[in-house]
């Protein structure tokens, strides 16, 4: 079953932008397009001093034991969760059944900005999705089905 709708180059390309105006908007250092199952779909930002693979995997995990949080005390849903540090912070919210986005950010800069550009990006990032998935509606990808081992199914040379 796919989770993901295919995603072009062109489709990279808008959240790579989406990110980098988000990032300029909240002075974040890092965020992050991911599956719900913890895949990274794209990022923008510093990626040298974090393990973007395992924050995802960690931030779609902690997003999800929120989820059963929510329903424990007879919540719909939490659409987000926000961990605070001494020199980073993290805010991860919930962009639509598939994807989460992720944001690491200096803990002096404050949620409020980062809470308050997120809900203009999420909104960008579901057009996409949105726009992707109306494209090739039979078309999509479950990350968790890769096969890491031969990813050449999966990763295909652009044609000209």
């Given at each position: 079953m796919a989770t993901?709708?295919?995603?072009?180059?062109e489709d990279i390309q808008r959240l790579d932008e989406t990110l980098r105006d988000f990032n300029a908007q909240t002075d974040a250092t890092?965020?992050?397009?991911i599956d719900k199952g913890g895949f990274l779909i794209a990022h923008h930002g510093d990626d040298r001093q974090f393990d973007l693979t395992t924050i995802g995997a960690l931030a779609s995990g902690a997003?999800?034991?929120?989820?059963?949080?929510?329903?424990?005390v007879n919540e719909k849903k939490f659409?987000?969760?926000?961990?605070?540090?001494e020199?980073?912070?993290?805010?991860?919210?919930n962009v639509d059944e598939h994807c989460l986005l992720a944001v690491i950010f200096q803990s002096q800069s404050g949620v409020g900005v980062v809470k308050f550009y997120a809900g203009f990006a999420v909104k960008q990032i579901a057009r996409q999705l949105a726009l992707a998935q109306e494209r090739s509606p039979d078309a999509g990808l479950d990350l968790s089905e890769l096969n890491a081992t031969n990813p050449q199914d999966f990763f295909r040379?652009?044609?000209a």
């Open positions: 993901l709708p295919q995603l072009i180059e890092t965020s992050l397009v997003f999800m034991a929120n989820q059963t949080i929510a329903g424990l659409d987000s969760i926000y961990q605070q540090g020199t980073f912070s993290m805010f991860v919210i040379k652009k044609t």
